[in-house]
């Protein structure tokens, strides 16, 4: 029984985090983090989205939507960024990730925003915008709308890049963005994950 339960709060909380209000959402993510149960997140230098940011950042402003406690503010190279901004539902993320930046000592270089990425505003253009592992909790109907929204403010050359971790899953999503997008770069067919960069 008591396994019953927990299959079940775990399906509960997966369709919340894509359904739910903001303040639901909010407090499920808040409540994974401070459990420690994202920590492994902590350790990805060696995922080949750094390549793909290292070449398409051109030293300028990066994105980062869906943060997390920021491995990819505190992994990434800091001589192929200007400046980076880190948005996350989540206070707990958030938290992490400016201790980590400022441990890093890359309080100059990086900011943190907590807030909810399907309403998030902008306040300038980015030459990467990146959702890494974040795009798929959003409901797919939205998603559309929201990279509409988002491309008025990449900067003049500006890419998205889009990793998710099971192509084959997610592949509703890869499909919207070959239709409605210009996808520049893909990573090999041969991974189960997948890199798309497109405009
Ligand atoms: C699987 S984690 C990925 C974190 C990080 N990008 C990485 O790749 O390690 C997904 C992240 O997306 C955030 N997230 C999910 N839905 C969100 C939303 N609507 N607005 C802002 N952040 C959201 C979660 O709080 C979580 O930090």
């Not at 990819?72 to 958030?94: C, F, H, L, P, Q």
Request: glycine share 6%.
């Amino acid at each position: 029984m008591r396994v019953f339960k927990r299959i079940q709060r775990a399906v509960n909380a997966r369709i919340l985090k894509r359904w739910g209000h903001s303040s639901i959402k909010k407090a499920i993510w808040n409540e994974e983090f401070s459990s420690g149960q994202w920590d492994y997140l902590e350790h990805t230098s060696n995922d080949p989205i750094y390549d793909y940011l290292a070449r398409y950042s051109h030293h300028g402003n990066v994105l980062d939507l869906g943060c997390g406690s920021s491995n990819t503010g505190n992994e990434m190279d800091a001589s192929t960024y200007r400046s980076y901004t880190g948005v996350d539902i989540s206070d707990s993320a958030i938290r992490k990730a400016l201790t980590r930046a400022i441990n890093n000592n890359r309080q100059l270089k990086n900011e943190y925003v907590c807030d909810d990425i399907s309403s998030y505003v902008p306040r300038t253009r980015y030459d990467v915008i990146l959702f890494r592992e974040s795009i798929f909790y959003l409901p797919n109907y939205q998603i559309k709308k929201i990279l509409n929204r988002y491309s008025s403010y990449l900067s003049h050359g500006g890419v998205f890049i889009v990793r998710m971790c099971d192509r084959r899953r997610h592949g509703s999503i890869v499909r919207l963005i070959e239709t409605h997008h210009r996808v520049l770069e893909k990573s090999s067919l041969a991974e189960a994950d997948i890199i798309l960069v497109f405009r």
